[in-house]
């Protein structure tokens, strides 16, 4: 490669973690989104340690509907609770719902996406034929009708990992209804991996596909793993609160959706009740936001695209 | 070989009669007797995300007579194309010009505004770029591109343009009826010839080839430079070829300037520079191209690799590369020497005054002629 | 654009409904208790039970025969009953509510595609610029807000607080209008909130995607020829950079009609608006299966619909697939 090119043409391939770090750090609206993300995973790691144990019809430490005051920073709820109190504590249950719902998501697109372009042929065909049937399928309405099957599946009161089987829905709904646009993104990537030479050099020497697939494909395509499952992450968090409002999440276990969704039943809009919505509110548009600014600047980053030439 | 056999007496005739021959008049500022281009200490400098800018284009100087044709050759990053790019200014949000003058019929183009400069944009200088199948808009007709400027900025009614559109396209011997055409339509051939149909529609004084044939296979290579050859004769055009291919340079140019890492190496007429060259670099690169006539021989390399223009080395730059470098040569910059035969170098080894006595002219020539020199690769050519 | 190519197209999109009606087949029928709410009543005799149950085919084996039978109603558009709204068929219930949310919709992607569009291309085209950044900040952060999350503010500042528009429904609930243009500025009134909620939605995401674009083919050299014909900026942008980046764009809005129907259901709970999306809310409640069954197929055909006519668009658009 030329070393008196003046133009740089095309960063060259990250190496090791201080580069990363280097290039990031450029990044203002990177640096912005982890910062604000930071704060709101502190909270949700150990909301109790803020706020307390979360609220509920009994423990309510207010009156109904209090707008805010020093005693209650952000007012409080139909029911007396502490808006500060819920917000925190839906922080933990927002974003773990998140990062679950993109666990699955990550991982079953990544699988298919890999197998589906590196196989290629009738697979590939195949594949991106039920990927496009997933795709088609209405969130809300799948979600609305999942939820009561899945319930009868596990019975109502099934927990894993403290979160009851209503939220587990959502997770698996969010799983369905997003693997298949990072399929379709892996697999891209893996086609035009494909094309380069140092696949068919591995494959003349006769390496199996498997280890094709892990030794050569997979390690150049975990930058854009990275970057997008900080994008899912953001949709999931995005679409968890939809399905909460809609009336799919737990009453128990309020996230900021369902919070909204208690905001709306008890006619908040209409009785100007600003503090029962701005803050989860405000709250999901931060982490969305936030998610998807450090998706952007890692995928810049990790993923860089030659600009203009000139 | 390139040279036109009938030329005018004088250079100020040659001038006075393409000049006359123009479609439109001269732009008002022009000067009466300024030659077609004067590039003066031309520097350009970019603007890095991180770390010092970059100058690809450092004190460059060139002139540029009517009905000439100049070729610039170099290897990739040696500034030619950001050269070229700097007379109309059409550098990258980046790019600035930090320094020199462009003075077009005496007209300096350096200090005037976007909008001012606009003006000579494709109706005295206009380009053809390498790689037409991008340079075209892939979801227009050509003759639609075709007549653009003519309609934009001529102001030319509709169907004027387009049958001009047609006209164009015959000259460079693509039949009119495929103006309706869409780029991806067309060969690769055909598209640079629609490129250069384009490049003429406002009549202008220079056009710039960037690589105009490189993209191309060698036949078609031919026929594009056969077909610039007929126009510059037929219209009296003045070329600037950029490209690093020097066999088309001595096919089709007068004179040629080769340029290393941003500054001038040696310019001169292209029989001279190519049969005896003066700069360690210029016969470096004409020993680099194979002579299908002469014996096989091992073709030259080049070791080493240009410099970072971030952190330019002090003195010449090709110095580090330079089986000829002196130990001057690391510390100073060499400047330029104009010699008789209208060839300029920039090398210790044709310090200043070494151009005047014709012995030195001689002995410098003897350093030259014991550099491996390859004959003009243009004559290799069948 | 071969005919190849498009009955390719049409037979992946046939394939694609299938599966979605064996799906939707197969997600309602597991739905618990939807077989015998059909029928249930506690009044009714284990006999009558067992006679509606025979009547309406449900004591037949799910596969094949209820399948089957599931299958040709379906494509006959027999979508069944509602529970619900006992004795109304399921395409009835849904016709009647599809009526408000196309105009939501439809009104909502015009304004948003307009101004998106040309926020998008502005901004863009500046790339790096203050007004690029502000702008792609602005889309993106109404690009990160659910439609309820846009609705519920404009609620409380516009409706409930400044009292300018009602704060839910399409109509004054009980009212009597003299003319039926009194009838349509209520309409209208009710219609301002929604649709600036569901317009605002979109222009975040088509500002995003249309700057993405056109950053894009600033990049390319066709503009850098424009420039060396030393055309103006803004004639570059109309007469260049836009139409080769409405191709892209193009597809990106026809797919994405496919998925607003579904999308606004948000914003219809908020606002109380009488669509598909209330429609949908309450069948849940109601346990009304037949219905949601409807809408889930609607929907999903829409989309595949949408992707067909977005392909075939593509096509007729660029030059270098139409030969």
């Given at each position: 490669?030329?070393?008196?090119?003046?133009?740089?043409?095309?960063?060259?391939?990250?190496?090791?973690?201080?580069?990363?770090?280097?290039?990031?750090?450029?990044?203002?609206?990177?640096?912005?989104?982890?910062?604000?993300?930071?704060?709101?995973?502190?909270?949700?790691?150990?909301?109790?340690?803020?706020?307390?144990?979360?609220?509920?019809?009994?423990?309510?430490?207010?009156?109904?509907?209090?707008?805010?005051?020093?005693?209650?920073?952000?007012?409080?709820?139909?029911?007396?609770?502490?808006?500060?109190?819920?917000?925190?504590?839906?922080?933990?249950?927002?974003?773990?719902?998140?990062?679950?719902?993109?666990?699955?998501?990550?991982?079953?697109?990544?699988?298919?996406?890999?197998?589906?372009?590196?196989?290629?042929?009738?697979?590939?065909?195949?594949?991106m034929w039920v990927t496009d049937v997933f795709l088609v399928l209405p969130n809300l309405v799948l979600a609305i009708a999942l939820a009561p099957i899945l319930l009868a599946l596990v019975g109502d009161n099934a927990e894993l990992f403290g979160i009851r089987a209503t939220l587990l829905v959502i997770v698996v709904v969010i799983g369905l209804t997003s693997w298949a646009t990072t399929a379709r993104v892996i697999r891209s990537q893996v086609l035009s991996l494909k094309e380069r030479a140092f696949v068919d050099r591995a494959r003349v020497i006769g390496t199996g596909?498997?280890?094709?697939?892990?030794?050569?494909?997979?390690?150049?395509?975990?930058?854009?793993?990275?970057?997008?499952?900080?994008?899912?992450?953001?949709?999931?968090?995005?679409?968890?609160?939809?399905?909460?409002?809609?009336?799919?999440?737990?009453?128990?276990?309020?996230?900021?959706?369902?919070?909204?969704?208690?905001?709306?039943?008890?006619?908040?809009?209409?009785?100007?009740?600003?503090?029962?919505?701005?803050?989860?509110?405000?709250?999901?548009?931060?982490?969305v936001v936030s998610f998807t600014l450090v998706g952007n600047a890692l995928d810049d980053v990790l993923n860089p695209k030659s600009g203009s030439r000139r | 070989m390139t040279a036109p056999d009938t030329k005018p007496v004088t250079p100020a005739d040659a001038a006075a009669a393409i000049r006359g021959r123009r479609?439109?008049?001269?732009?008002?500022?022009?000067?009466?007797?300024?030659?077609?281009?004067?590039?003066?200490?031309?520097?350009?400098?970019?603007?890095?995300?991180?770390?010092?800018?970059?100058?690809?284009?450092?004190?460059?100087?060139?002139?540029?007579?009517?009905?000439?044709?100049?070729?610039?050759?170099?290897?990739?990053?040696?500034?030619?194309?950001?050269?070229?790019?700097?007379?109309?200014?059409?550098?990258?949000?980046?790019?600035?010009?930090?320094?020199?003058?462009?003075?077009?019929?005496?007209?300096?183009?350096?200090?005037?505004?976007?909008?001012?400069?606009?003006?000579?944009?494709?109706?005295?200088?206009?380009?053809?770029?390498?790689?037409?199948?991008?340079?075209?808009?892939?979801?227009?007709?050509?003759?639609?591109?075709?007549?653009?400027?003519?309609?934009?900025?001529?102001?030319?009614?509709?169907?004027?343009?387009?049958?001009?559109?047609?006209?164009?396209?015959?000259?460079?011997?693509?039949?009119?009826?495929?103006?309706?055409?869409?780029?991806?339509?067309?060969?690769?051939?055909?598209?640079?010839?629609?490129?250069?149909?384009?490049?003429?529609?406002?009549?202008?004084?220079?056009?710039?080839?960037?690589?105009?044939?490189?993209?191309?296979?060698?036949?078609?290579?031919?026929?594009?430079?056969?077909?610039?050859?007929?126009?510059?004769?037929?219209?009296?055009?003045?070329?600037?070829?950029?490209?690093?291919?020097?066999?088309?340079?001595?096919?089709?140019?007068?004179?040629?300037?080769?340029?290393?890492?941003?500054?001038?190496?040696?310019?001169?007429?292209?029989?001279?520079?190519?049969?005896?060259?003066?700069?360690?670099?210029?016969?470096?690169?004409?020993?680099?191209?194979?002579?299908?006539?002469?014996?096989?021989?091992?073709?030259?390399?080049?070791?080493?690799?240009?410099?970072?223009?971030?952190?330019?080395?002090?003195?010449?730059?090709?110095?580090?590369?330079?089986?000829?470098?002196?130990?001057?040569?690391?510390?100073?910059?060499?400047?330029?020497?104009?010699?008789?035969?209208?060839?300029?170098?920039?090398?210790?080894?044709?310090?200043?005054?070494?151009?005047?006595?014709?012995?030195?002219?001689?002995?410098?020539?003897?350093?030259?002629?014991?550099?491996?020199?390859?004959?003009?690769?243009?004559?290799?050519?069948? | 654009?071969?005919?190849?190519?498009?009955?390719?197209?049409?037979?992946?999109?046939?394939?694609?409904?299938?599966?979605?009606?064996?799906?939707?087949?197969?997600?309602?029928?597991?739905?618990?208790?939807?077989?015998?709410?059909?029928?249930?009543?506690?009044?009714?005799?284990?006999?009558?039970?067992?006679?509606?149950?025979?009547?309406?085919?449900?004591?037949?084996?799910?596969?094949?025969?209820?399948?089957?039978?599931?299958?040709?109603?379906?494509?006959?558009?027999?979508?069944?009953?509602?529970?619900?709204?006992?004795?109304?068929?399921?395409?009835?219930?849904?016709?009647?509510?599809?009526?408000?949310?196309?105009?939501?919709?439809?009104?909502?992607?015009?304004?948003?595609?307009?101004?998106?569009?040309?926020?998008?291309?502005?901004?863009?085209?500046?790339?790096?610029?203050?007004?690029?950044?502000?702008?792609?900040?602005?889309?993106?952060?109404?690009?990160?807000?659910?439609?309820?999350?846009?609705?519920?503010?404009?609620?409380?500042?516009?409706?409930?607080?400044?009292?300018?528009?009602?704060?839910?429904?399409?109509?004054?609930?009980?009212?009597?209008?003299?003319?039926?243009?009194?009838?349509?500025?209520?309409?209208?009134?009710?219609?301002?909130?929604?649709?600036?909620?569901?317009?605002?939605?979109?222009?975040?995401?088509?500002?995003?995607?249309?700057?993405?674009?056109?950053?894009?083919?600033?990049?390319?050299?066709?503009?850098?020829?424009?420039?060396?014909?030393?055309?103006?900026?803004?004639?570059?942008?109309?007469?260049?950079?836009?139409?080769?980046?409405?191709?892209?764009?193009?597809?990106?809005?026809?797919?994405?009609?496919?998925?607003?129907?579904?999308?606004?259901?948000?914003?219809?709970?908020?606002?109380?608006?009488?669509?598909?999306?209330?429609?949908?809310?309450?069948?849940?409640?109601?346990?009304?299966?037949?219905?949601?069954?409807?809408?889930?197929?609607?929907?999903?055909?829409?989309?595949?619909?949408?992707?067909?006519?977005?392909?075939?668009?593509?096509?007729?658009?660029?030059?270098?697939?139409?030969?």
């Amino acid at each position: 490669m030329s070393a008196g090119a003046v133009v740089v043409r095309r960063p060259s391939r990250m190496r090791g973690l201080r580069e990363f770090a280097a290039r990031f750090s450029t990044r203002t609206d990177g640096i912005v989104g982890v910062a604000i993300l930071t704060v709101f995973v502190i909270l949700a790691l150990a909301p109790a340690l803020f706020v307390g144990p979360l609220e509920n019809a009994v423990t309510a430490s207010g009156l109904p509907l209090d707008p805010p005051s020093a005693a209650h920073l952000f007012g409080t709820d139909e029911l007396g609770r502490d808006m500060l109190n819920l917000t925190v504590h839906g922080a933990r249950i927002s974003m773990t719902i998140g990062l679950l719902a993109t666990v699955i998501t990550v991982v079953v697109g990544v699988g298919i996406g890999i197998m589906s372009g590196f196989l290629g042929g009738r697979w590939d065909a195949f594949l991106m034929w039920v990927t496009d049937v997933f795709l088609v399928l209405p969130n809300l309405v799948l979600a609305i009708a999942l939820a009561p099957i899945l319930l009868a599946l596990v019975g109502d009161n099934a927990e894993l990992f403290g979160i009851r089987a209503t939220l587990l829905v959502i997770v698996v709904v969010i799983g369905l209804t997003s693997w298949a646009t990072t399929a379709r993104v892996i697999r891209s990537q893996v086609l035009s991996l494909k094309e380069r030479a140092f696949v068919d050099r591995a494959r003349v020497i006769g390496t199996g596909s498997g280890r094709i697939m892990r030794r050569h494909i997979l390690p150049n395509i975990i930058n854009l793993i990275v970057a997008q499952s900080v994008l899912t992450f953001a949709y999931a968090v995005f679409t968890e609160t939809s399905l909460a409002f809609i009336g799919l999440g737990d009453p128990f276990s309020p996230s900021w959706g369902q919070i909204l969704n208690a905001a709306q039943e008890a006619g908040a809009p209409g009785l100007l009740a600003w503090w029962y919505i701005a803050p989860p509110a405000v709250c999901v548009v931060l982490v969305v936001v936030s998610f998807t600014l450090v998706g952007n600047a890692l995928d810049d980053v990790l993923n860089p695209k030659s600009g203009s030439r000139r | 070989m390139t040279a036109p056999d009938t030329k005018p007496v004088t250079p100020a005739d040659a001038a006075a009669a393409i000049r006359g021959r123009r479609q439109w008049p001269l732009p008002k500022q022009a000067v009466p007797g300024a030659p077609l281009l004067e590039v003066e200490h031309l520097s350009v400098r970019f603007r890095m995300p991180s770390g010092p800018s970059v100058k690809p284009v450092d004190d460059v100087s060139f002139r540029l007579e009517d009905g000439e044709a100049l070729g610039i050759a170099g290897e990739s990053g040696c500034g030619k194309t950001t050269t070229a790019l700097s007379l109309v200014r059409l550098l990258p949000a980046n790019g600035r010009i930090s320094g020199g003058s462009v003075k077009l019929f005496g007209i300096d183009l350096v200090p005037k505004t976007e909008r001012q400069l606009a003006r000579y944009r494709w109706r005295e200088i206009s380009m053809v770029f390498q790689g037409a199948m991008n340079a075209l808009n892939p979801v227009k007709r050509i003759g639609d591109q075709i007549a653009e400027p003519l309609e934009v900025r001529l102001g030319q009614p509709r169907d004027a343009s387009l049958k001009r559109a047609g006209d164009l396209l015959e000259l460079v011997g693509i039949p009119r009826k495929r103006a309706s055409a869409y780029p991806h339509e067309l060969s690769g051939g055909m598209r640079q010839r629609a490129m250069i149909a384009m490049s003429l529609a406002c009549d202008p004084a220079i056009v710039i080839g960037d690589e105009p044939t490189t993209a191309l296979d060698v036949m078609v290579q031919a026929q594009i430079l056969a077909l610039l050859e007929k126009l510059r004769k037929d219209l009296g055009l003045s070329l600037i070829l950029i490209t690093h291919d020097l066999s088309v340079i001595a096919e089709t140019c007068d004179r040629v300037m080769v340029m290393y890492a941003g500054k001038v190496a040696e310019e001169g007429p292209v029989r001279r520079v190519f049969t005896a060259p003066r700069h360690p670099y210029t016969a470096k690169l004409l020993s680099a191209f194979p002579n299908i006539r002469a014996d096989r021989r091992n073709l030259e390399v080049i070791p080493g690799a240009p410099p970072d223009l971030r952190t330019p080395p002090p003195g010449c730059r090709f110095a580090a590369r330079c089986d000829k470098a002196m130990p001057q040569c690391t510390v100073e910059v060499p400047p330029e020497v104009r010699f008789a035969d209208g060839v300029r170098v920039a090398c210790h080894l044709f310090p200043p005054g070494s151009e005047g006595s014709l012995a030195g002219d001689a002995a410098n020539l003897a350093i030259a002629s014991s550099m491996p020199v390859a004959t003009a690769p243009g004559e290799a050519r069948p | 654009m071969s005919g190849r190519y498009l009955v390719n197209k049409l037979a992946r999109a046939f394939l694609t409904i299938v599966a979605i009606i064996l799906i939707n087949f197969l997600l309602f029928r597991a739905m618990p208790g939807s077989a015998t709410r059909l029928t249930h009543s506690p009044y009714q005799t284990q006999e009558q039970i067992d006679q509606e149950q025979h009547r309406l085919g449900l004591d037949q084996p799910l596969i094949p025969n209820q399948l089957v039978t599931y299958v040709q109603q379906t494509l006959s558009l027999d979508l069944g009953y509602s529970f619900k709204y006992k004795g109304q068929p399921v395409t009835q219930v849904i016709g009647d509510r599809l009526g408000p949310t196309l105009v939501l919709i439809g009104l909502g992607e015009i304004i948003s595609i307009i101004v998106g569009l040309a926020l998008g291309a502005y901004s863009g085209w500046r790339r790096g610029s203050a007004i690029d950044r502000i702008g792609g900040g602005i889309g993106l952060v109404l690009y990160s807000m659910p439609y309820f999350v846009i609705g519920m503010p404009l609620i409380i500042i516009f409706a409930a607080g400044l009292g300018w528009f009602p704060t839910s429904g399409m109509l004054t609930a009980g009212a009597t209008y003299d003319s039926w243009s009194a009838q349509l500025f209520d309409f209208l009134r009710h219609l301002v909130l929604p649709l600036a909620t569901v317009s605002l939605g979109l222009i975040g995401g088509y500002s995003i995607l249309m700057r993405a674009a056109i950053a894009e083919t600033r990049a390319e050299d066709y503009v850098t020829t424009a420039r060396a014909k030393g055309l103006t900026d803004g004639r570059i942008l109309r007469s260049h950079a836009f139409p080769n980046a409405m191709l892209p764009m193009v597809t990106i809005i026809a797919i994405n009609l496919g998925y607003v129907v579904g999308g606004a259901i948000t914003a219809e709970i908020v606002f109380n608006w009488p669509g598909i999306g209330t429609l949908t809310v309450d069948a849940l409640s109601a346990r009304d299966y037949p219905v949601l069954q409807g809408i889930f197929l609607m929907l999903a055909v829409t989309v595949v619909v949408a992707n067909l006519v977005a392909d075939m668009v593509y096509g007729l658009l660029d030059p270098r697939v139409r030969s």
